[in-house]
């Protein structure tokens, strides 16, 4: 995000992707809303400020709404019943599962010529007790912490001071691995792609958002134009202006070429699954008429009987199937016992 101050005026103006799509967002409101931006800190920039000192200005009241790459967090109740905790077992090892057979099916038909980094894994540099970087900040640091990484085997850096970081290793006071959000490490390897490379695994979080104070009357309208935002080609067109168009500067004639996955590559899978539901479909359909043709047949040849006794004996079975069936085969031996004499000593 970059911002600048009108000397002349003092107005703030502020410009990025966070900007364009909380300012694509608010033209999608119902009315018409009024803001001004503020850098927080003022003109000059105290890096002793964080993220929690920024969203805390929202709490104070000080700010109406903060924008930016503010980091979502979970930070939801604890699930205190044995029930609940059975039931998010099961679904997380049904996703494990899930997951692992779609990774290795994936992997088995791609292969991409890539860079072979020195570190596959960062579970690997806490067990080595490598220094692992981050960038300055609450986010990743807490990040680390919760993955039991020690303290002090975790450096801080600046975006800037990234290459010279890792150009130095772990051994020389640098660090072996740095640990980014995604958009950033992207950038950066756009412009280090022939010395660095993006490693897994990758651990999700809710993503980026605004923070409003609570209660604020914004909040539902802000969201739901955020989502006809990421439904539709506005995100696209904003994530290409800020992200998608950055390209390899120095890649030095290095060329990475992937197989791409289309409907044609699934052909065989599409084929099999259409067959087998056809002819299940087409089975399903067949039994049902042959069922359903059966009990009229059956019913069609008790009603033109004289015998009611046999009447009687078919109803339990008739009943079992369809209204329609019962109804009919109930109107015969009505009929009959109108007109059979015998009709009340068998009744």
């Known amino acids: 995000m970059n911002v600048k101050i009108d000397p002349e005026t003092n107005a703030t103006r502020a410009s990025g992707y966070s900007v364009d799509v909380f300012e694509a967002a608010v033209k999608r409101l119902p009315y018409a809303v009024s803001y001004k931006y503020e850098l927080f800190g003022g003109n000059s920039v105290d890096s002793s400020l964080t993220y929690n000192d920024l969203i805390y200005q929202v709490y104070l009241g000080k700010y109406d709404v903060v924008i930016g790459d503010i980091t979502i967090r979970y930070n939801q109740e604890k699930l205190e019943s044995i029930l609940s905790k059975i039931v998010v077992i099961v679904w997380v090892f049904v996703l494990l599962v899930l997951t692992s057979s779609y990774t290795a099916s994936l992997t088995s038909m791609l292969t991409v010529q890539n860079l072979q980094p020195t570190v596959t894994d ?55 691995a740095i640990v980014h959000e995604i958009p950033y490490i992207k950038l950066f390897l756009a412009k280090n792609c022939k010395s660095y490379t993006m490693v897994g695994p990758i651990y999700k979080t809710a993503g980026f958002g605004f923070a409003f104070p609570k209660g604020s009357p914004l909040v539902p309208d802000i969201s739901r134009a955020i989502l006809n935002i990421t439904d539709g080609d506005d995100i696209i067109q904003l994530e290409n202006k800020w992200i998608g168009d950055e390209k390899c500067l120095n890649n030095g004639g290095i060329t990475v070429e992937s197989n791409s996955l289309n409907f044609l590559t699934f052909w065989g899978l599409f084929l099999i699954t259409g067959a087998v539901s056809t002819i299940c479909l087409l089975i399903f359909a067949v039994i049902s008429f042959y069922k359903k043709w059966k009990k009229e047949v059956k019913v069609m040849s008790l009603a033109t009987s004289s015998d009611e006794i046999n009447i009687i004996k078919e109803l339990p079975t008739l009943i079992q199937g369809e209204d329609q069936v019962y109804a009919v085969g109930l109107a015969s031996a009505e009929n009959d016992r109108d007109t059979s004499p015998t009709t009340d000593r068998i009744v």
Request: charged share 30%; net charge negative.
């Open 122 to 176: 960062i579970r690997d540099l806490k067990k080595t007790g490598e220094f692992v970087g981050y960038k300055r900040g609450p986010f990743v640091e807490g990040l680390l912490q919760e993955l039991n990484f020690d303290s002090s085997r975790m450096r801080g850096y600046y975006p800037e001071e990234f290459s010279e970081a890792l150009d130095k290793g772990s051994a020389n006071g640098g660090v072996a």
